[in-house]
């Protein structure tokens, strides 16, 4: 198994470019997650998804866009990116059982906004 | 009061010490903790779910403190190997699907 996997690993970006990462999970888990990691911020959840179909806003939302059409991807898109947005984005997902949510991340990607 | 916080450290420590983390947290209502690593320039990896008996892995030992209101993770016998950045991760319920609400981390620098 890959386990979470996250393309691309790295990206730089004008101001006002568009883009999409994309998280693939091969673990049959239920729920995925997308992370922002800055330093002296620890990680913030940015949006989350418990199914396919499903998305929900979680600290950070603005600026990001998610879709998960399939159980085993979950898109971040950036519609016009902004300088605030230089950070390592990290993909998560987990099986939920009963109170025990662990959470595997992705290697992350590192996105510069010049 | 922010919801989940540790002490960032860095704690540098000789090989073979024993060192100890704390993580406190401000929601008394949160059900679920774990304690993460980080390696520099790496993905968060999960080390140690924690259970309310407490649970131990190796030399590595998780304790919650429910009436304190934090976790601690345990280090003996520390490796160089051990140098990372541990988070530690609380799960709150209800209307948040048992999100995890992370710590900043704690460094750890063990020396020869």
């Known amino acids: 198994n890959a386990g979470v996997t996250q393309t691309p690993k790295f990206r730089v970006l004008k101001t006002g470019q568009s883009m999409t990462l994309l998280c693939a999970q091969d673990?049959?888990?239920?729920?995925m997650y997308w992370y922002r990691q800055d330093p002296g911020m620890g990680l913030r959840l940015i949006h989350y998804s418990v199914g396919e179909g499903t998305t929900a806003k979680g600290e950070v939302p603005d600026g990001y866009n998610v879709s998960r059409l399939k159980k085993q991807n979950f898109l971040l898109g950036l519609e016009s990116a902004a300088p605030s947005q230089t950070s390592v984005y990290f993909c998560?997902?987990?099986?939920?059982?009963?109170?025990?949510?662990?959470?595997?991340f992705g290697p992350g990607t590192r996105l510069t906004v010049l | 009061r922010k919801e989940v916080e540790q002490d960032p450290g860095p704690f540098n420590v000789p090989e073979g010490a024993t060192v100890a983390f704390n993580c406190t947290y401000s929601n008394s209502a949160s059900q679920s903790f774990f304690w993460y690593r980080q390696d520099c320039r790496k993905e968060p990896k999960l080390l140690m779910s924690v259970y309310s008996s407490g649970n131990e892995d190796g030399r590595f030992t998780a304790q919650l403190n429910r009436a304190s209101q934090y976790i601690s993770l345990l280090i003996r016998d520390s490796k160089l190997s051990d140098s990372a950045t541990y988070l530690c991760a609380v799960a709150n319920y209800g209307g948040s699907q048992g999100n995890l609400i992370f710590g900043k981390g704690t460094k750890l620098s063990v020396k020869p």
């Open positions: 998560a997902s987990s099986y939920p059982r009963g109170r025990l949510n662990e959470q595997f």
């Open positions: 673990m049959n888990h239920e729920y």
